[in-house]
């Protein structure tokens, strides 16, 4: 008995909790009357409460604050439920609990700092229905097992469908619209939602046809992987309850009545699941509707090549490819203002940073982190105008377009190549930075969205006609808000075009953990002093450079600029280079 009582008690009063044989073990004693109440008392809350503690949410990350909290004291909570949103100085997260049980304390206020590792909640994990013996004083009759209720879910039911994980390293994504509501019969591949992380845009399909039955996140929230999206009652019938012994073996699940599942789903209207009608609706998500409107496109003039007969989001794409300028003048004839034109209101208006929004907050605070410095220089590039004169119409024949930065982005390469050291990163711990071998040079472009910076892969191996063909390709995706997770991904240094809105010299802010950034400003017609001394007009180009001054010193930037600099000024220089 002592050597049994040690086994039990040694492991309930250790950090680790017990396991599922200590637990039976225990109250197996409990009820034949080995063990006192006394010890009984004290096992049993042991064995019951799990503390929860604050996980490890990032490298380097010892501390966040606890912005809201989702649940309670008292709350019952499901695994994989959310327990709190907290806010560190690189990301905010939300918080999901490990464990299905009551909520019995929480240990932090909205507002307090909460450390990685201390106690974030207590949560009652005693199974439902084992409700806690009498404690007795001698020898006491061995208790009957408890009979409870358990849900066995029969062909169908109710089945939780969780986000997927949508791409290496997207812990949370925001759910940007809803396709479906509660009560909607949907088919399998049915569009569920559409989604954001700090990388790309996703559609979620669902992998079951029924009814929607619940919808865990609004929008607007931010849903972590792993946790439940939307709760689907599939085809087969609710699910069947059985009694059990409380330690006896599950029994097996009670077949479902093939009359009342029958009758359920030729029912017409409750838990009816339909077969979608085809109509003369034209099948797509409404995302590809949305963009659709705001171009003036005519849907129905769309070839579909989606599952089903559905207009993709690449459809629209190449079909504006030919009819984006037609379509122009009709969307303008509408009146609706641009997406990102603010509209002018007397009263106070708050308004929630979320979205792009709330990554660029993200990632700017990131980068502001890097102690930096500023270069500018002016360009001369009246040798590069008569030079794209020349190849615009080669390359229009060849069916892309030809604007300067195609130009502007192999110069970059060129320069690289010549100064390595502007296209590294640095650690996270500052040790060491790595040389790129790749150049996938960064395209800031200002969307519908907001701010995004897209990259051309491989710049050091593509032509200039290369680039131009891939540029094009990144502006469409970008028109249509439908870059991919790999456009976004593996940029190693940036160049931003302020000078297609206007501006001369401005300071760009480094796309962290890149080293650099140039922004390009408009190109000016300028009276100039030429090298004999006579007054000519120049097409004159700004630049600003902002550089890591951890890695790249003043000098070495200068010279960076100037490489740069010497090949759009003339331009011949490059082919030495290409061939």
């Given amino acids: 008995?002592?050597?049994?009582?040690?086994?039990?008690?040694?492991?309930?009063?250790?950090?680790?909790?017990?396991?599922?044989?200590?637990?039976?073990?225990?109250?197996?004693?409990?009820?034949?009357?080995?063990?006192?109440?006394?010890?009984?008392?004290?096992?049993?809350?042991?064995?019951?409460?799990?503390?929860?503690?604050?996980?490890?949410?990032?490298?380097?990350?010892?501390?966040?604050?606890?912005?809201?909290?989702?649940?309670?004291?008292?709350?019952?909570?499901?695994?994989?439920?959310?327990?709190?949103?907290?806010?560190?100085?690189?990301?905010?997260?939300?918080?999901?609990?490990?464990?299905?049980?009551?909520?019995?304390?929480?240990?932090?206020?909205?507002?307090?700092?909460?450390?990685?590792?201390?106690?974030?909640v207590d949560i009652d994990t005693e199974e439902d229905g084992a409700a806690e013996p009498e404690p007795v004083k001698e020898a006491p009759k061995a208790a009957a097992p408890k009979k409870a209720k358990k849900k066995a879910a029969a062909a169908g039911g109710v089945k939780t469908f969780n986000l997927a994980?949508?791409?290496?390293?997207?812990?949370?994504?925001?759910?940007?619209?809803?396709?479906?509501?509660?009560?909607?019969?949907?088919?399998?591949?049915?569009?569920?939602?559409?989604?954001?992380?700090?990388?790309?845009?996703?559609?979620?399909?669902?992998?079951?046809?029924?009814?929607?039955?619940?919808?865990?996140?609004?929008?607007?929230?931010?849903?972590?992987?792993?946790?439940?999206?939307?709760?689907?009652?599939?085809?087969?019938?609710?699910?069947?309850?059985?009694?059990?012994?409380?330690?006896?073996?599950?029994a097996a699940a009670a077949a479902p009545a093939a009359p009342k599942a029958a009758a359920a789903s030729s029912a017409p209207s409750g838990g009816a699941f339909k077969q979608s009608a085809a109509g003369a609706k034209v099948l797509c998500a409404p995302a590809v509707r949305r963009i659709a409107a705001e171009k003036g496109v005519d849907l129905s003039q769309v070839t579909p090549t989606g599952k089903g007969g559905r207009v993709t989001k690449a459809?629209?794409?190449?079909?504006?490819?030919?009819?984006?300028?037609?379509?122009?003048?009709?969307?303008?004839?509408?009146g609706a203002p641009a997406a990102s034109a603010p509209i002018y209101s007397?009263?106070?208006?708050?308004?929630?940073?979320?979205?792009?929004?709330?990554?660029?907050?993200?990632?700017?605070?990131?980068?502001?982190?890097?102690?930096s410095f500023g270069a500018a220089d002016e360009i001369n590039l009246n040798n590069l105008v008569k030079v794209r004169s020349v190849?615009?119409?080669?390359?229009?024949?060849?069916?892309?377009?030809?604007?300067?930065?195609?130009?502007?982005?192999?110069?970059?390469?060129?320069?690289?190549?010549?100064?390595?050291?502007?296209?590294?990163?640095?650690?996270?711990?500052?040790?060491?930075?790595?040389f790129k071998g790749a150049h996938n040079i960064g395209i800031a472009m200002d969307t519908a969205e907001g701010l995004v910076v897209p990259n051309i892969k491989d710049v050091q191996s593509k032509s200039i006609f290369q680039i131009a063909q891939e540029l094009g390709e990144l502006q469409k995706k970008g028109a249509a808000n439908a870059f991919t997770t790999a456009d976004l991904q593996g940029g190693t240094f940036t160049l931003s075009n302020i000078g297609s809105i206007g501006g001369t010299y401005v300071s760009p802010v480094i796309m962290a953990p890149q080293t650099a950034i140039g922004a390009l400003g408009k190109i000016a017609k300028l009276p100039k002093f030429n090298a004999k001394g006579e007054i000519e007009e120049q097409n004159t180009l700004y630049i600003s450079w902002t550089a890591d001054h951890r890695i790249i010193d003043g000098a070495t930037m200068v010279?960076?600029?100037?490489?740069?600099?010497?090949?759009?000024?003339?331009?011949?220089?490059?082919?030495?280079d290409l061939m």
């Fill in 165 to 250: 994980d949508i791409g290496e390293g997207i812990k949370e994504v925001e759910i940007l619209q809803w396709m479906v509501k509660e009560g909607d019969v949907i088919e399998e591949m049915d569009k569920l939602c559409e989604v954001q992380s700090d990388k790309a845009t996703v559609e979620l399909t669902t992998p079951w046809a029924g009814k929607v039955v619940k919808v865990h996140n609004p929008v607007g929230d931010m849903q972590q992987v792993g946790a439940p999206l939307v709760d689907i009652e599939v085809a087969g019938g609710a699910a069947a309850e059985e009694e059990e012994e409380e330690e006896a073996a599950p």
């Fill in 346 to 371: 007397p009263e106070d208006k708050t308004v929630k940073i979320s979205g792009r929004a709330r990554l660029m907050v993200q990632s700017m605070n990131e980068s502001l982190k890097i102690p």
């Fill in 391 to 434: 190849l615009k119409p080669v390359v229009e024949k060849r069916g892309a377009k030809l604007s300067y930065m195609p130009f502007f982005v192999k110069a970059a390469s060129l320069a690289l190549k010549e100064v390595p050291i502007v296209n590294t990163q640095i650690s996270e711990d500052q040790s060491h930075f790595t």
């Fill in 1 to 120: 008995l002592k050597l049994q009582f040690l086994y039990l008690i040694v492991p309930v009063l250790s950090p680790a909790p017990p396991t599922t044989r200590q637990m039976a073990m225990f109250r197996g004693a409990v009820r034949s009357g080995a063990l006192g109440a006394r010890c009984f008392s004290l096992t049993r809350h042991n064995l019951a409460l799990t503390t929860f503690n604050m996980a490890d949410v990032g490298e380097g990350i010892k501390e966040v604050e606890v912005l809201e909290w989702f649940v309670k004291e008292g709350d019952r909570v499901e695994e994989l439920q959310r327990l709190c949103e907290v806010q560190s100085d690189k990301a905010t997260a939300e918080i999901t609990s490990r464990y299905t049980g009551t909520i019995k304390k929480i240990y932090t206020s909205v507002g307090d700092m909460q450390q990685v590792g201390s106690g974030l």
């Fill in 315 to 334: 459809d629209l794409i190449n079909f504006m490819d030919g009819t984006s300028a037609k379509a122009a003048p009709a969307a303008a004839a509408g």
């Fill in 559 to 576: 010279r960076f600029s100037n490489a740069w600099k010497q090949k759009l000024e003339d331009p011949s220089t490059m082919l030495l």
